[in-house]
């Protein structure tokens, strides 16, 4: 979320408030002043935070209202988890869009970047880094148990970070 709130003490403690009222989780506040504070009297925040998904944001939009705080912007990021792995094979002979594809089609887990290299004919196997993001850790998991098994199957390399019990 961007608020936008009057630049007065314990105002961002009232913009925090009503977050945690709502049962709400605040991961990060990014408070930056621009302008010395007698050149403006408002002054943005914006809130990185998970609400529980009993629809609840109604409710803290009207808390904030009441505070005094102006929601500007509201941005819903589903695909919190990320992970990049390498990949190294030959990547377009076996159908690329495909290893893509059987992760997307999960739901809960996307590809969401990738940069690919791809070498002479005769020179070594292409490789591509493959940015994943998921819902959550478990379906993170999942993601990366699917891709080994595409690897597996189409005779790829994967190079991937530690992760837990992954």
């Given amino acids: 979320m961007k608020l936008e709130m009057r630049d007065r003490p314990g105002q961002l403690v009232a913009a925090l408030q009503p977050i945690s009222a709502v049962g709400g989780n605040i991961i990060a506040v990014i408070h930056q002043r621009e302008a010395p504070p007698a050149a403006t009297e ?3 925040v914006q809130i990185v935070l998970e609400l529980p998904p009993e629809g609840r ?9 009441e505070q005094g705080v102006n929601v500007v912007r ?3 990021e589903r695909l ?3 992970c990049t792995l390498i990949m190294i094979g030959h990547l377009m002979h076996t159908d690329l869009s495909d290893t893509v594809g059987r992760i997307d089609t999960t739901g809960s887990a996307e590809v969401t970047e990738l940069s690919l290299v ?3 004919i005769s020179s ?3 490789s591509a880094r493959i940015t994943i993001r998921s819902t959550t850790r478990t379906e993170m998991k999942k993601a990366i148990r699917i891709l080994r098994s595409v690897a597996e199957q189409k005779n790829l390399l994967i190079i991937e970070p530690p992760l837990e019990d992954a």
């Fill in 124 to 126: 070594p196997p292409s």
């Fill in 57 to 65: 944001l109604s409710r803290l939009l009207e808390l904030l209202r």
């Fill in 74 to 76: 509201i941005d819903e």
């Fill in 118 to 120: 791809m070498p002479a």
């Fill in 80 to 82: 919190l988890y990320e």
């Fill in 42 to 44: 408002a002054l943005d």
